[in-house]
C-alpha cells in the first residue's frame, strides 16, 4: 500500500513537471530579445571631427641674418615686449671694422672724383681757348685743337669711371652698415616670448639651403588663439569658411571652447605617397576664459549642416540588405563590406506583429548618434535598433522579441544637437546649415 502511495505521488509530480514545462513553452519568446526605438523627430547636426594644435593668430618666429656671439640678450622667455624692444646683441666687432673701411672707401673715391672732376674742367677751358685761337687768326692748328678736343672728351669720360666709383663704394657702405644693423634684433611685433632657444654667449647661426639655423625666439600674440586642424580629404567638400566649431583641449578636458572656420588649405599634406591626404582648416577662437599656450593638443568638430526636427533614426539601426531583406553576406561576401557589395539596400528592420520586417529607407545627415531619415520611415514607427550581434544575422521575417529599455539620453554635443554651446553655456547658432 505503501509502495503504491509512492508510484501515485511520482506520477503526479511527473504530471506536474510536463504541465509546467507546457506553461513555460506556451509563454517562451518566439525570438532573440531585441532593443527597439521609435522614429522620433530630432535635431540633428553633422560634423567633421579632427585633430590638431593650438597656435596663435599672429607669431613670428626670429632667426639671425648673419652669424655672430650673443653678447647681450635683453629678454627671458614669457616676458612681454613691445615692438621696437630690443631683444638681442651679436659681436660687431668684425663688422664695425668692415664698417670704417667702407667708409675710408667712399671718402677716397670722393677725392678721386673730385681730382678727375677738376683735370676735367681744366681740358674743357683749354679746349675753349684753342677754339678761339684757332678762329681767323691759326695760332692753332687743326691737329692741336682736335687733341684738345680728345682730351676732354677722355678726362670727362674718366670723371664719370670715378663718380661710378663714388656710387660702388657707397653701396658697400650701405652693405656696411646693414651688417652692423643686423647685429641688433629688436621686436618685430608686440607679444609674448614664447620660445627662447639661445643663450648669451652661445653663437647664432645663419640659415642655408641644407640647414635651417638658429632659431633664437618665438614672439606671439596669445590674446588671439587659433586651432590648425587636419581632417581627411573625403570631409573637405563639406567645411566651408565661416562653420561653427567646438574644440576641445586635451590641456582643459572639462572645458569646450568654440569658433569659426577662418581657412581651408587649397593643397594637402601627405606623410608619404601610400599615406591618405590630409587638410589643414584653421578654425579662429572666441575669446577664451583660460589662458592657453602655443602648441597644446586639440581636437575639433566642425558643424557643417544643421536639421531642426527631422525624423531619425539610431545609426546602429542602419543595415544593408538585399530588396527582399536578405542577408548579403550568404554568397561569400564579407558582411563589413555589405553595403558596398552589388544589389545592396540600405535599410531598417521594423517591428511587426512580432515579426522584423526589412523597410529600405534613405538617409540625410549623420548626427553624432542618429541617421536624419529623408524617406521611407513615419515618425512613430518602432525600429530594432539593436544589440549589433542580432542586426548582423537578422533577415526579413525573423521573430523577434522587443525589450521594453529606453534608449539612452543623448549627451548634449556639437554632434548631437541643433545647437553649438560655448563654454558659458550661451547659444550659438551655427553657421554650417547650408
Known amino acids: 500500500?505503501?509502495?503504491?502511495?509512492?508510484?501515485?505521488?511520482?506520477?503526479?509530480?511527473?504530471?506536474?513537471?510536463?504541465?509546467?514545462?507546457?506553461?513555460?513553452?506556451?509563454?517562451?519568446?518566439?525570438?532573440?530579445?531585441?532593443?527597439?526605438?521609435?522614429?522620433?523627430?530630432?535635431?540633428?547636426?553633422?560634423?567633421?571631427?579632427?585633430?590638431?594644435?593650438?597656435?596663435?593668430?599672429?607669431?613670428?618666429?626670429?632667426?639671425?641674418?648673419?652669424?655672430?656671439?650673443?653678447?647681450?640678450?635683453?629678454?627671458?622667455?614669457?616676458?612681454?615686449?613691445?615692438?621696437?624692444?630690443?631683444?638681442?646683441?651679436?659681436?660687431?666687432?668684425?663688422?664695425?671694422?668692415?664698417?670704417?673701411?667702407?667708409?675710408?672707401?667712399?671718402?677716397?673715391?670722393?677725392?678721386?672724383?673730385?681730382?678727375?672732376?677738376?683735370?676735367?674742367?681744366?681740358?674743357?677751358?683749354?679746349?675753349?681757348?684753342?677754339?678761339?685761337?684757332?678762329?681767323?687768326?691759326?695760332?692753332?692748328?687743326?691737329?692741336?685743337?682736335?687733341?684738345?678736343?680728345?682730351?676732354?672728351?677722355?678726362?670727362?669720360?674718366?670723371?664719370r669711371s670715378a663718380e661710378y666709383a663714388v656710387d660702388q663704394a657707397k653701396a658697400g657702405l650701405e652693405e656696411a652698415q646693414d651688417g652692423v644693423d643686423k647685429t641688433v634684433i629688436r621686436a618685430p611685433m608686440s607679444g609674448r616670448v614664447t620660445r627662447l632657444n639661445i643663450r648669451l654667449g652661445e653663437t647664432a647661426v645663419v640659415g642655408t639651403m641644407n640647414n635651417p639655423g638658429s632659431l633664437l625666439l618665438t614672439i606671439a600674440d596669445l590674446r588671439r588663439m587659433e586651432a590648425r586642424i587636419r581632417v581627411e580629404e573625403t570631409d573637405v567638400p563639406s567645411i566651408a569658411v565661416g562653420d561653427s566649431a567646438v574644440i576641445r583641449i586635451d590641456a582643459f578636458p572639462q572645458r569646450a571652447f568654440t569658433g569659426r572656420v577662418e581657412r581651408i588649405a587649397n593643397s594637402a599634406t601627405r606623410g608619404s605617397p601610400q599615406q591618405s591626404a590630409h587638410f589643414q582648416i584653421v578654425v579662429a577662437l572666441d575669446s577664451t576664459p583660460v589662458a592657453l599656450r602655443p602648441e597644446l593638443s586639440a581636437s575639433a568638430d566642425i558643424v557643417t549642416d544643421v536639421r531642426r526636427g527631422v525624423p531619425s533614426i539610431p545609426i546602429l539601426a542602419l543595415v544593408a540588405r538585399d530588396r527582399l531583406g536578405r542577408r548579403l553576406d550568404a554568397a561569400g561576401a564579407k558582411p563589413d563590406a555589405a553595403a558596398a557589395a552589388p544589389g545592396a539596400v540600405e535599410g531598417v528592420f521594423v517591428l511587426r506583429g512580432g515579426m522584423a520586417r526589412f523597410v529600405p529607407v534613405r538617409v540625410g545627415i549623420v548626427g553624432r548618434r542618429y541617421y536624419e531619415v529623408a524617406s521611407g520611415l513615419r515618425v512613430g514607427e518602432p525600429v530594432i535598433a539593436g544589440s549589433y550581434e542580432l542586426l548582423r544575422g537578422l533577415e526579413d521575417g525573423d521573430d523577434v522579441e522587443a525589450v521594453a529599455e529606453p534608449a539612452p539620453a543623448p549627451r548634449p554635443s556639437a554632434g548631437a544637437s541643433a545647437e553649438v554651446r560655448d563654454p558659458a553655456g550661451r547659444t550659438a547658432a551655427p553657421a554650417g546649415g547650408r
Open 1 to 159: 500500500m505503501k509502495r503504491r502511495k509512492l508510484v501515485l505521488g511520482a506520477a503526479a509530480g511527473a504530471a506536474l513537471l510536463l504541465l509546467a514545462g507546457i506553461g513555460a513553452a506556451a509563454t517562451a519568446p518566439d525570438g532573440p530579445r531585441a532593443r527597439v526605438e521609435r522614429v522620433a523627430r530630432r535635431s540633428l547636426a553633422a560634423t567633421v571631427t579632427g585633430s590638431g594644435l593650438v597656435q596663435p593668430r599672429d607669431k613670428v618666429d626670429i632667426s639671425a641674418d648673419i652669424s655672430g656671439r650673443v653678447t647681450e640678450l635683453a629678454v627671458r622667455e614669457g616676458q612681454w615686449v613691445n615692438r621696437g624692444d630690443l631683444v638681442l646683441r651679436l659681436d660687431a666687432t668684425r663688422l664695425q671694422a668692415a664698417l670704417f673701411r667702407a667708409r675710408a672707401a667712399v671718402a677716397q673715391a670722393q677725392a678721386a672724383a673730385e681730382q678727375q672732376r677738376a683735370n676735367w674742367m681744366q681740358a674743357v677751358s683749354t679746349l675753349r681757348r684753342s677754339e678761339q685761337l684757332a678762329g681767323g687768326r691759326g695760332w692753332v692748328t687743326g691737329a692741336e685743337l682736335e687733341q684738345a678736343r680728345s682730351q676732354a672728351a677722355m678726362l670727362q669720360a674718366q670723371l
